[in-house]
Each structure stands twice: as structure tokens, then as C-alpha cells.
């Protein structure tokens, strides 16, 4: 048998161990990232670089992209040079968890179910479903397109959107087309009033054709910088300089060189 100044020292013990272990859960975990990259002076970026606008490898085996620029903006403006590292999508939360890079730039969806691998900044590009409507055209949302034809990809975003809005609208004419290209071209053809097709084909088509114009985005699916879920102070200094890039103008360059036929 135990004698009780035994089992009352044993549960004080056990009482300590268990605050000791509860403090540590309770304080903050270092940002190693963030700390490495001050003593080195380099901010690692991971990237699938294939997939252009955002980032592809041109014929001088360069990565190039809207994503690349952006992250050398961020980088630039917390005082670091950058390196980028091309990762296959499939592996770059992996990257980031295993501290192969620092943060990620690579077009990616802030999405939940990554939530144990990476936070995410505010939103620097929103993907979701675009109207797209002859430039000067009055079509500002939905509700103007009452007795107007509407033009989808089959089995898209848009097309489920396009579904809802038939509902609504006493008089609404939707085709249906096999690609965003597509559904783009019956509005510069006049065999549509409007499109509604993603975020990148709209801003694109809106670039490299004066006729057409973006009316306004309809559905989210926001683009986000991710960091390691540890990243706390990286992942401040990535928000404030994308705040003072939507703030200056620098994001809207970007766009301009990206995506409507800017010098990059």
C-alpha cells in the first residue's frame, strides 16, 4: 500500500506536469519561417510554375506570371530578396510543412480542407464567375438580364449560377457552350447579350478584346498567399504589403500587365 505523503506528492507532481504542458500549448510557436528569412535576407516561394498568366517558365527557362511579379512586390517591400522553387502541385502544401519554402504563391484557393497545413493572407485575385458584356452595354447584374440571352460554359460554375438565375428571371434565354472561349464569342458575335464565365477567362477576354468588358463578379473563389499555420508573423507582414498594394495601385499594375495586354 502507498502511503498518502506518496500519492500526494505523485498528484502534485502530476498537477505541475500537466500546467507546464498546458502553458506550452498555450504560447505562440516560433516563426521559423519568418526568422530565417530575416538572418538569411531570402524569402523561399513555392510555385507550380504551370500555369500561365499566374506563373509558367518562358523560352529563357525563366519563371515568369502574374503570381511572380506579385511575390517579388511582397518580398521587395519586406526588405528580402526572393528565390522561387518549382514545386508539382500536388506536392506544395507538403513544401510548406516540411519548411522546403516559406510561403506559397501559386494561384491557389484559400480552401478548408488545408487548414492544418497553411493559413492563409487576404485575397489578392478573385477566380469565381465573371459577367462579361459588350463594352458600353447597360447589363450591370443579373436583374438586367430579363428578356436578354445569357451565355455559359455547359456544366460550369456559370452554368449552375445561370440555373438560379432562370428561376428568377420570368424571361431569361441561357445557351450553353462547350468552353469559356465559346460563350465569349457569342457575345462579340451578338448571339448573346452577356457571359458568365471564371474570373481569368473574363478578365483575359476583357484584355485582349476592346469590345468586351468585365460587369461585375458574381461568385468568390479568392486566390491567397499560404503560409505555414506557424507563420504568424510572416503572415502579418505578407498582409500589410498586399494591403498597400491594393492601397497604391500596384495590384491593379499587375493586372494591367497580366491580363490586358500590359509591358511585363
Known sequence: MIP??????ALRLLIAALAALTLAACRPAEDTAW????????????????????????????????????????AGRLDLDIEFVN???????DSLVTGQVDMLVSALIAAYEYEAKADYSIPYFNA??????????PIQGMEDLDGRTLAVEVGSGGDV??????????????????????????????????????????????????GLAVAAAVTDELFAVAVHPDSD?????????LEDMF??????????????????
Request: glycine letters at 8%.
Open 233 to 241: 508573423d510572416l503572415l502579418e507582414h505578407v498582409n500589410d504589403a
Open 161 to 210: 449560377e445561370a440555373r438560379k438565375w432562370e428561376r428568377r428571371l420570368a424571361d431569361l434565354d441561357v445557351e450553353r457552350y462547350p468552353d469559356p472561349g465559346a460563350a465569349l464569342l457569342a457575345v462579340l458575335g451578338d448571339d448573346a447579350d452577356a457571359a458568365l464565365v471564371d474570373g481569368i477567362s473574363a478578365r483575359l477576354a476583357a484584355g485582349e478584346q476592346p
Open 4 to 9: 498518502l505523503p506518496v500519492k500526494r506528492m
Open 35 to 74: 526568422e530565417r528569412a530575416e538572418e538569411t535576407g531570402v524569402l523561399r516561394v513555392g510555385m507550380d510554375a504551370a500555369y500561365p498568366p499566374f506563373e509558367n517558365v518562358n523560352e529563357q527557362n525563366e519563371i515568369v506570371g502574374f503570381d511572380v511579379d506579385l511575390a517579388r512586390e511582397i
Open 128 to 137: 469565381g464567375q465573371h459577367l462579361v458584356v459588350p463594352a458600353g452595354a
Open 247 to 264: 492601397d497604391d495601385g500596384t495590384i491593379d499594375a499587375l493586372l494591367v500587365t497580366w491580363f490586358e495586354g500590359g509591358e511585363p
Open 87 to 93: 514545386i508539382p502541385y500536388d506536392s506544395l502544401y
